[in-house]
T-cell receptor, first 113, second 114 residues
């Protein structure tokens, strides 16, 4: 079974702090993704990566950056957290090809106060 | 235009009955994949079932089946013999061609009544 592990289930940070959300997958997947999920807005793609050191912006990249130094790890960075970044963050991975599903981690519920 | 449309924000079903969750999609790419996910209140997204655009047969996985009508661009999820544990949000998603982007619907909240 694919396992995608997010480092924290719940996180509370202060406005202006730099926040790191870590995600690790154990199935050698090429692709990794970060989504945020908000009530009424559904899942929105922040960034994705199709290879080590490669990244592409999703629909809402502003205020975020990512890092993929190793194939199994994809980090989401909030350079200066703001209250409007309070949300559920979901990491996912997949193989290439349109028959490959996303496999999600358990999510990190981030609150910025 | 919306790529994935789920028109049922919420549904109720009696335990042990079957339920159909609707999903329509929009694409001009001949090659695409359709997926359904379940999200319980705990928040994790669980992959349920996949249907490829070239698949001749409807996909089935245990109590889940996908009613794929290509000409109508619909990919409805059918859950047979509903259980209380099926109460959750359900999302339909599509992945086009060789792209890495997934399109998600807005979800349907299913409540199974005892």
């Amino acid at each position: 079974d694919v396992k995608v592990t997010q480092s924290s289930r719940y996180l509370v940070k202060r406005t202006g702090e730099k926040v790191f959300l870590e995600c690790v997958q154990d199935m050698d997947h090429e692709n990794m993704f970060w989504y945020r999920q908000d009530p009424g807005l559904g899942l929105r793609l922040i960034y994705f990566s199709y290879d080590v050191k490669m990244k592409e912006k999703g629909d809402i990249p502003e205020g975020y950056s990512v890092s993929r130094e190793k194939k199994e790890r994809f980090s989401l960075i909030l350079e200066s957290a703001s209250t409007n970044q309070t949300s559920m963050y979901l990491c996912a991975s997949s193989l290439a090809g349109n028959n490959s599903p996303l496999h999600f981690g358990n999510g990190t519920r981030l609150t910025v106060t | 235009a919306q790529k994935i449309t789920q028109t049922q924000p919420g549904m109720f079903v009696q335990e042990k009955e079957a339920v159909t969750l609707d999903c329509t999609y929009d694409t001009s790419d001949p090659s695409y994949g359709l997926f359904w996910y379940k999200q319980p209140s705990s928040g994790e997204m669980i992959f349920l079932i996949y249907q490829g655009s070239y698949d001749q047969q409807n996909a089935t996985e245990g109590r889940y089946s996908l009613n794929f009508q290509k000409a109508r661009k619909s990919a409805n999820l059918v859950i047979s013999a509903s259980q209380l544990g099926d109460s959750a949000m359900y999302f339909c998603a599509m992945r086009e061609g060789n792209f890495n982007k997934f399109y998600f619907g807005s979800g349907t909240k299913l409540n199974v009544k005892p």
